[in-house]
């Protein structure tokens, strides 16, 4: 059962242009939401986060969207620049274990 | 203030041997998770501990083991490697309450 989900497993875009990361996820007991970025060899670096009782939060480049009744969260990046390049992951915290729940990854390519 | 590593980064091992990991923390933060992350099944949770003790565990058999001493630092132990424990293995810590976790470097751990 894979309670949280990032369909895309890959996305490539232009430097400058907005990059949008998708994550939806089945669980109603998350109350928060975390994005982290990872480089190969490297462990993931946190990025932002997001209470579930919110529905945006922006910090420099980085904003994350939540949509609670979609069960739909985004992870928008604006401007893209190469060092963006990494996979991305969605992490929900809370439900009956309490531990983080990582969705597969997006590997995001922005092209110079 | 420093961040969390992990000793060693790179490991192999026999399969039937035995493995330990170390983990130390950033200095303050109580919780340590650990991490299990392999090309097919993404980043999936083993277990948490706090203050010497272990409050999550996640589906991983009885081979995995951990522990946490009073300094925090922690270790994670394998039994009777299989070939198929060849993965890397993430420490993360957090300061509760809150939900941030930052992540070590990982120890690549492969199984021959």
């Known amino acids: 059962d894979q309670q949280v989900k990032q369909n895309s497993p890959s996305l490539s875009v232009q430097e400058g242009r907005i990059s949008i990361l998708n994550c939806d996820y089945t669980?109603?007991?998350?109350?928060?939401f975390l994005w982290y970025k990872k480089y190969p060899a490297e462990g993931p670096t946190f990025l932002i986060s997001i209470s579930s009782i919110k529905d945006k939060n922006e910090d420099g480049r980085f904003t994350v969207f939540l949509n609670k009744s979609a069960k739909h969260l985004s992870l928008h990046i604006v401007p893209s620049q190469p060092g963006d390049s990494a996979v991305y992951f969605c992490?929900?915290?809370?439900?009956?274990?309490?531990?983080?729940?990582f969705g597969k990854g997006t590997k995001l390519s922005v092209k110079p | 203030k420093a961040g969390v590593t992990q000793t060693p980064r790179y490991l192999i091992k026999t399969r039937g041997q035995q493995v330990t990991l170390s983990c130390s923390p950033i200095?303050?933060?109580?919780?340590v998770s650990w991490y299990q992350q392999t090309p097919g099944q993404g980043l999936q949770f083993l277990f948490e501990?706090?203050?010497?003790?272990?409050?999550n565990k996640g589906n991983f058999p009885g081979r995995f083991s951990g522990r946490q001493f009073s300094n925090s630092r922690s270790e994670m132990n394998v039994s009777t490697l299989e070939l198929g424990d060849s993965a890397l293995y993430l420490c993360?810590?957090?300061?509760?309450?809150?939900?941030?976790?930052?992540f070590g470097p990982g120890t690549r751990l492969t199984v021959t």
């Open positions: 993360a810590s957090r300061q509760a309450p809150s939900y941030e976790q930052y």
């Open positions: 669980n109603s007991m998350f109350d928060y």
């Open positions: 501990y706090f203050s010497e003790t272990q409050r």
């Open positions: 992490a929900g915290y809370g439900g009956s274990q309490g531990n983080l729940i």
């Open positions: 200095s303050g933060h109580r919780s």
